[in-house]
């Protein structure tokens, strides 16, 4: 089959490179076939076939190995290849059927003015020879005397002046003899006639009999295409109207100047004419079939290369649908007023309802916000609730089939096809996830709790120890003050001794007083009470100190309330100072006048506690000195974006990259296992984002890490 379709090919090129050498042979046989030209036309025409050739071969064997492609193939073919080659066919042929028209309506336009132009010729011939009431020629067998001009008066044969006879030539008689010249020489016929002929030759036949019996009732001309002796010819016949040079001959017969006589037709043999309109039509068929045949081949490659484009595309949706249909998650397409137009398996086994169920349905049947109502959007389409799920995923409640509902998570996105608005819905049923995510909160509420349990205790045996000192101190300082107490006692008892004795001497009493106080060196006595009260003081207020920061840290409310960020920072220092004094110094700039937030000052209290103790344990982990450790707290007020933030700044090891990017990921810990449990962070972020804030992380290894802390107003 190969070696015939290359066969095939072989003799549409040759044919097609001969096509300008053959056609001039028909049309112009005087042109050499091996012209230069045909060889130049004939190589360019060959090659550019069989590059077209080339091109259908590769679509061809891709054809041949793409049997998937049958069925698109026929169904194209069917729908487009067959009727497209239809419509080119039927375009072709009325193309050519209007130029074969045409050429004939030409080639008939063309004889008739030649057919004309004699008439016109003759027309001038007769009337030269009327003016001149005809001519004398010398007597020959061709031109005798002509015995139908007797009747005219005075008429008379003559004599030149050599001698030689002359005849009259009346113009009837001069274009007679040039029409019988012209048929000898196959050119066109003449003939001059009339329904009442002087001459009985000039007897019209019946084609002039009806032309001549029309001019009687006013046509002026008359033309048709008839046969003469077996050859088709053009007839033009027009009508002699009576003129004044016209009477001399033939005002025997009645005639008066203007009226119908006769006629003179002219006939052209069309031979030559159809000869050339042959030609014409042979390469106007040529030429059609050869754009016919490029035409189909065009249609061919179009319908190859439709079919190419379609096969692909139906390829393309079937790799899509499987892959729609395979996926775990539910997927549904909806128009603008939230009727479902399409769904794939998951949704369908989601809702328990069968695809073909489905379709049709308003999304609101299946999908409803738990505890809200379903308002529409105002247009009559899309509940509320649903269409918030552009911006961003949305929790809401699914209904099955049987009534039952369930937990599902629904984002939503636009989409525009054409001049319709389409909505695709990802619908996932969140159930299990739910379940574990619940377990999982239990989980991290009991390890928060056990892990605010531990930080509790940590911080109440360092509240303990911050109190226990000042007490102590408070203590010890009793004892000193108990012995000068003492010592003014027994100068208050000496005192009152002399006051009770009388008749003593002033002076001896005051020298024996002068010298108990020196004995009991009273001024050191009341300076050291002195230094004993401020001390107690001192520490009295410390402890007051830290029971008021302990009372806010442990006693906090429940709802937001105002907060002042200075006070919850301080707080926070004082509360961590027992266990960060050994390891680092603490250095606050804290900014003045910062406006207060609403939030839950126990629990950001709690986050700038963990982030202190984070820092120190940097710090450490560096193996840095006390005089050398630093923690730097700031905090301030950016006015322009209106937000307040507290800075935790370390200079301790600092934090890689990757390690940054999951820091506050729950269980997340780079400490040693038992360490830590890695909700300490994750507790932070949550804290702050339930205040409507954010934390960022800075840090650069080696050189230690800011966490950053910002609460929009």
């Known amino acids: ?104 309506q030409r080639t008939l336009k063309i004889a008739l003015i030649e057919a004309k132009t004699i008439f016109e010729k003759d027309l001038i011939y007769y009337r030269w020879a009327t003016g001149h009431h005809g001519v004398f020629v010398p007597i020959s067998d ?41 048929t ?40 048709s295409v008839e046969e003469i002796n077996g050859e088709k010819y053009l007839r033009l016949m027009r009508p002699m109207i009576t003129e004044t040079g016209c009477l001399r001959c033939h005002a ?95 949704s369908s086994r989601m809702f328990c309802y069968a695809q073909d169920e489905m379709l049709g349905k308003h999304i609101s049947m299946l999908v409803s916000a738990a505890g809200e109502d379903e308002e529409a959007d105002g247009t009559g389409g899309l509940p509320l609730q649903i269409r918030k799920a552009l911006d961003a995923p949305r929790e809401l409640l699914g209904a099955r089939k049987d009534g039952s509902s369930f937990s599902l998570e629904i984002s939503l996105s636009e989409m525009q096809l054409g001049a319709k608005q389409l909505f ?14 619940n377990a999982l909160f239990e989980s991290q509420t009991r390890i928060i709790k056990q892990e605010k349990l531990a930080s509790l205790g940590t911080m109440v045996a360092g509240i303990a120890h911050e109190i226990n000192n000042p007490a102590q101190a408070i203590s010890f300082s009793m004892d000193g003050l108990k012995m000068n107490v003492e010592y003014v006692k027994e100068l208050v008892a000496f005192l009152n001794g002399s006051l009770a004795r009388d008749g003593v ?119 840095l000195a006390k005089k050398e450790g630093r923690i730097f707290v700031s905090t301030s007020h950016n006015r322009e974006k209106n937000y307040i933030e507290a800075r935790f700044r370390d200079n301790g090891t600092g934090i890689e990259q990757k390690v940054v990017d999951r820091i506050f990921d729950p269980f997340f810990t780079t400490k040693p296992i038992g360490s830590g449990t890695g909700l300490g962070l994750n507790l932070c972020h949550r804290i702050v984002e339930t205040h409507g804030g954010d934390i960022v992380v800075e840090s ?4 230690g890490t800011t966490f950053i802390v910002r609460l929009y107003l």
């Open 1 to 104: 089959m190969m070696k015939f379709r290359y066969l095939f090919y072989f003799f549409i090129i040759l044919f097609m490179g001969n096509l300008s050498a053959l056609t001039d042979m028909f049309l112009h046989p005087e042109i050499p076939y091996a012209e230069r030209e045909h060889f130049i036309v004939g190589i360019t025409t060959a090659l550019v076939i069989f590059l077209l050739f080339a091109i259908l071969e590769g679509c061809f064997r891709q054809k041949t190995e793409r049997s998937a492609r049958n069925v698109t193939q026929a169904r194209i073919d069917k729908g487009y290849g067959w009727p497209l080659a239809a419509i080119w066919t039927v375009i072709v042929l009325f193309s050519l059927s209007w130029n074969i028209t045409l050429n004939k």
């Open 700 to 703: 650069k290894i080696g050189e």
């Open 505 to 623: 001497d002033p002076a001896e009493e005051r020298e024996k007083l002068r010298s108990l106080m020196t004995e009991l060196d009273m001024d050191l006595v009341i300076e050291g009470i002195d230094d004993i009260a401020e001390r107690n003081i001192r520490s009295v207020e410390r402890i007051d100190h830290i029971v008021t920061s302990t009372k806010r840290m442990a006693h906090g409310e429940e709802t937001f309330q105002l907060c002042d960020l200075n006070t919850i920072v301080e707080d926070a220092v004082v509360l961590t100072h027992n266990q960060v004094k050994y390891d680092v110094h603490i250095e606050t700039d804290l900014a003045p006048g910062l406006p207060a937030f609403k939030g839950l000052a126990q629990e950001m209290g709690q986050v700038f506690m963990n982030l202190i103790m984070n820092a120190r344990d940097a710090v450490k982990e560096k193996g």
């Open 184 to 223: 000898s020489r196959q050119g066109p016929f003449g003939h001059i006639t009339s329904l009442d002929p002087i001459r009985p030759e000039n007897a019209a036949d019946d084609w002039e009999t009806a032309a001549l019996e029309a001019f009687e009732i006013g046509v002026t001309e008359i033309s």
């Open 252 to 346: 025997s017969q009645g005639y008066e100047l203007g009226d119908i006589r006769g006629g003179i037709s002219v006939s052209i043999s069309m031979a030559p004419l159809l000869a050339i309109s042959r030609q014409d039509i042979f390469t106007f068929s040529l030429a059609h079939g050869t754009f016919w045949l490029l035409g189909l081949l065009g249609i061919y490659l179009g319908v190859q290369r439709l079919t190419v484009t379609v096969w692909e595309r139906e390829q393309a949706e079937s790799r899509v649908r499987s892959i729609i249909d395979n996926m775990f998650d539910g997927l549904l397409t909806m128009d603008e007023q939230g009727n479902i137009e399409s769904c794939n398996h998951a």
């Open 424 to 437: 695709i819905a990802m619908v996932r049923d969140i159930t299990e996830r739910n379940m574990a995510k």
């Open 142 to 182: 061709t031109t005798k005397p002509n015995p139908y001009l007797d009747q005219i008066a005075n008429y008379t044969n003559a004599t030149s002046s050599n001698g030689r006879e002359l005849t009259l030539v009346n113009p009837e008689y001069m274009i007679r003899q040039v029409y019988e010249m012209q």
